[in-house]
C-alpha cells in the first residue's frame, strides 16, 4: 500500500541553524500539507500547497518557514533560523483529490525536530 | 473559524469491551467532512474512519464505528471488541467541505485509550 515518508526520523540542531525536513508524498496526490504537534499537545495546521503554490497557511507559518516542491517526488519544509520553540513532531500529509471520496489527508511517520 | 473538542483526556477499557470516544465541533458550514486519527507510541498519524457530513448513514470500519449527529454537532467513536493494539492518542478531526484553500484539518485536543488487559 502506498504510503507517505518521511526523513529524517529524527532531527537535532542548534538553535538559529537552518533544517530541511523532507517528504516523499504518495505518488498520485496532488495536495500536500505540512503540521506540527509540540508534545503532548495537538496537531497543528501550518501549510497546505498545490500546483507548486501554498494554498493556505496558518498563523504559525511566519517568514521563518517556506516550503518546496524541488522535484516530482519531494515535498520539503525548511525553517530559516531554528527556535527553541520550533521543537516539535513535524508531520506531511497528502491527498488526491480535494473534494470527494478520496479526499482523505494521509499522513507521514513524522520527523522529530529538537531544538537545543 | 472551527472548532473540536475532546472533552475526556483519558479513557480506559477493559480488553474485548466497548468503549465510546466523544468529539464535538461547532462549525457553520453545512459540507464538511469528520475524521478520527490515531496515534500510538510511535506517533505516527493513522486514519482510523471518516464521515461525510451529507451522508446520514454512520460509517463503519471493522470494529470501529461512530455516531454521527449534525444536528448536535457530535462525532463520537466507538470500539467493540477493544484489543491490546488500540492503545494510543485517538484524535478528531475536521475538514471544510469548501474548495481550494479551506482543505486544512482542525484538530481537537485527543483523548488517551488505555487497554486493560
Known amino acids: 500500500e502506498p504510503e507517505v515518508t518521511q526523513t529524517p526520523s529524527h532531527q537535532v540542531t542548534q538553535m538559529g541553524q537552518e533544517v530541511i525536513l523532507r517528504c516523499v508524498p504518495i505518488?498520485?496526490?496532488?495536495?500536500f500539507y505540512w503540521y506540527r504537534q509540540i508534545l503532548g499537545q495537538k496537531v497543528e495546521f501550518l501549510v497546505s500547497?498545490?500546483?507548486?503554490?501554498?494554498?493556505?497557511k496558518s498563523e504559525i507559518f511566519d517568514d521563518q518557514f517556506s516550503v518546496e516542491r524541488p522535484d516530482g517526488s519531494n515535498f520539503t519544509l525548511k525553517i530559516r533560523s531554528t527556535k527553541l520553540e520550533d521543537s516539535a513532531m513535524y508531520f506531511c500529509?497528502?491527498?488526491?483529490?480535494?473534494?470527494?471520496?478520496?479526499?482523505?489527508?494521509?499522513f507521514g511517520p513524522g520527523t522529530r525536530l529538537t531544538v537545543l | 473559524a472551527q472548532t473540536v473538542t475532546q472533552s475526556q483526556p483519558e479513557m480506559s477499557v477493559q480488553e474485548a469491551e466497548t468503549v465510546t470516544l466523544s468529539c464535538t465541533y461547532d462549525?457553520?458550514?453545512?459540507?464538511?467532512?469528520l475524521f478520527w486519527y490515531k496515534q500510538p507510541p510511535s506517533r505516527q498519524m493513522i486514519l482510523v474512519i471518516r464521515?461525510?457530513?451529507?451522508?446520514?448513514q454512520n460509517a463503519t470500519e471493522n470494529r470501529f464505528s461512530v455516531n454521527f449527529q449534525k444536528a448536535a454537532k457530535s462525532f463520537s467513536l466507538k470500539i467493540s471488541d477493544s484489543q491490546l493494539g488500540d492503545a494510543a492518542m485517538y484524535f478528531c478531526?475536521?475538514?471544510?467541505?469548501?474548495?481550494?484553500?479551506?482543505?486544512?484539518?482542525?484538530f481537537g485536543t485527543g483523548t488517551r485509550l488505555t487497554i486493560i488487559p
Open positions: 505518488s498520485n496526490h496532488l495536495y
Open positions: 478531526a475536521y475538514r471544510s467541505g469548501s474548495n481550494f484553500g479551506n482543505e486544512k484539518l482542525t
Open positions: 464521515q461525510e457530513a451529507y451522508k446520514q
Open positions: 462549525t457553520s458550514e453545512s459540507d464538511y467532512y
Open positions: 500529509a497528502s491527498s488526491d483529490f480535494l473534494t470527494g471520496i478520496l479526499d482523505t489527508q494521509y
Open positions: 500547497f498545490y500546483n507548486n503554490e501554498i494554498s493556505e
